[in-house]
């Protein structure tokens, strides 16, 4: 199969033909992503497969975000000002489709190639994403993520190592 990421188009993408393990993120795509673009909250991507263009794959959701410098460690805010808030980048969502085992770690993939690419036009020291369960929790840690602060479904990558992740990549 050969993939390809767009962002949602929701005139050309069938939202409601998509299905994950996950119903919060189902109704989401399918009745408030198009709201969050509108309303500029989040910008949404799609991996769709050529040969099906209108089916959607995977999807994920990009946002500016913040985090308290007091929850992140030592060794990554030791050279950074101590403001009390860093800007950071949130992946607010990302699934696949129940049909599409294999998908995640592409749609990450490029969430983080997007977000570091990002960075030259808005500053962000992490990634911070939003486990919406155990299942996703372990998928993020797997990939690198850390725990980020008290809150036990919230996770970052230092945009460094998300650096060289991508430069090593291509």
Same mark, same amino acid.
Not at 76 to 84: D, M, V
């Given at each position: ?66 985090? @308290? ?60 994403? @939003? ?19 008290? @809150? ?19």
């Amino acid at each position: 199969m050969a993939y390809r990421f767009e962002p949602l188009d929701t005139a050309r993408h069938n939202r409601a033909g998509f299905q994950s393990a996950v119903g919060a993120l189902n109704v989401y795509l399918q009745q408030q992503a198009r709201k969050d673009a509108d309303r500029h909250l989040a910008a949404t991507f799609v991996l769709i497969d050529d040969a099906a263009p209108t089916l959607i794959v995977g999807y994920y959701t990009l946002s500016n975000f913040t985090v @308290e410098l007091a929850e992140l460690p030592a060794d990554l805010t030791r050279k950074l000002p101590r403001y009390p808030r860093l800007p950071a980048t949130l992946i607010g969502r990302l699934a696949r489709g129940d049909r599409f085992p294999g998908t995640g770690a592409l749609l990450l993939v490029d969430a983080l190639t997007r977000a570091y690419a990002q960075t030259r036009v808005s500053g962000s020291v992490a990634i911070v994403a @939003e486990a919406k369960d155990d299942t996703a929790l372990r998928f993020y840690k797997k990939h690198g993520f850390l725990q980020l602060g008290a @809150e036990s479904n919230r996770v970052y990558l230092a945009m460094g190592s998300v650096e060289q992740l991508v430069c090593s990549a291509g």
